[in-house]
């Protein structure tokens, strides 16, 4: 934490310049800040891949991401398995749960029903992860590829997943990076 204001949830949708629908107020942005239920869910048939992602904002906490894309994007929960904070409105390093570790995701086009999508926050276009992210990714990273046999080449950067067309998670962040510094 940084002691800084925290803006409300409709503030920092705007401050990120996500387009906001018309006429969506604060209270709404507040009652979809939480985990929709279980049955909302579909289960993930296979686990065979971990796409990594950065949320190419400043700031923001598994809160934020899912009031943005159940807001802005319409969808039934925040797109994310995982949420990794850097310190401004989440603590540095800090581990957040977001869709339920089993159900399909919605952060990888084409490759949701056979992954798990963690996401650190921050813009690895200009920075890399903190060193407390780097060290959070890669407790994560061994867990699940042990706990669902995942090998080293099957845990992605967003830009490798076949068929996705994106920068993220940010030109510092290169596969040199992931294997060299997170699954080392
Ligand atoms: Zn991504």
Known sequence: MTGEPRPGLLAWLRSVGAPVPPGITEDDCARLSSSPPESAFEKRP??????????????????H???MHRVVSGWTDVGYHYV??????????????????????????GSNTDSIGI???????????????????????????EEHGIPKDCVLLHREVPGCVTECPGALFTRGFLEGTVLT
């Open 65 to 67: 991401f899912r009031v």
């Open 119 to 145: 996401c650190l926050v921050g813009d690895f276009t200009a920075s890399l992860p903190s060193p407390r992210q780097a060290a959070s990714l890669s407790k994560l990273l061994s867990r699940l590829m």
């Open 84 to 109: 990794i904070g850097n310190g401004i409105l989440a603590g540095d390093g800090l581990v957040e749960p977001g869709r339920p570790a089993w159900a399909v995701g919605a952060h990888a086009r």
């Open 46 to 63: 296979s686990t065979t891949r971990i796409v990594v992602h950065h949320s190419a904002t400043r700031d923001g906490s598994m809160r």
